[in-house]
């Protein structure tokens, strides 16, 4: 049974940085990429993050995070991590780490793309 467990959020002041880490198991084999999405209250869940896995790590970004977030992986330890610096209170949400096992062509911030979920880790910014 596959499970994804999100860690690290946090409060921080704007300027500030957090680095949440989603440790997996139970996967049989490596998923086709992972990704982080946030949800803030009233707002849809959005993609933030990903890194695909097949033929070397290709990364993308939500153009809102570019440049102050960061994603990786630690394969030793099925760990992904998302470094986040230069926080905003825009970037204020629930936190969810994803995993995608099957391909169905849509772009990757595409939440109903993502078999596997973790459960959240809160981030909160105060200006």
């Known amino acids: 049974q596959v499970q994804l467990v999100e860690s690290g959020g946090g409060s921080v002041q704007a300027g500030g940085s957090l680095r949440l880490s989603c440790t997996s198991s139970?996967?049989?084999?490596?998923?086709?990429?992972m990704a982080w999405f946030r949800q803030a209250p009233g707002s849809e869940r959005e993609g933030v993050a990903t890194?695909?896995?097949?033929?070397?790590?290709?990364?993308y970004f939500n153009e809102s995070v570019k440049a102050r977030f960061t994603i990786s992986r630690d394969k030793s330890t099925n760990t992904l991590y998302l470094q986040m610096n230069g926080l905003k209170p825009d970037d204020s949400a629930m936190y969810y780490c994803?995993?995608?096992?099957?391909?169905?062509?849509?772009?990757?911030?595409?939440?109903?793309?993502?078999?596997?979920w973790g459960r959240g880790t809160q981030v909160a910014v105060s200006s």
């Open positions: 139970g996967f049989t084999r490596d998923p086709y990429s």
């Open positions: 890194i695909y896995f097949i033929g070397g790590y290709t990364y």
């Open positions: 994803a995993a995608k096992t099957t391909v169905f062509g849509a772009p990757w911030w595409t939440s109903s793309e993502y078999s596997h």
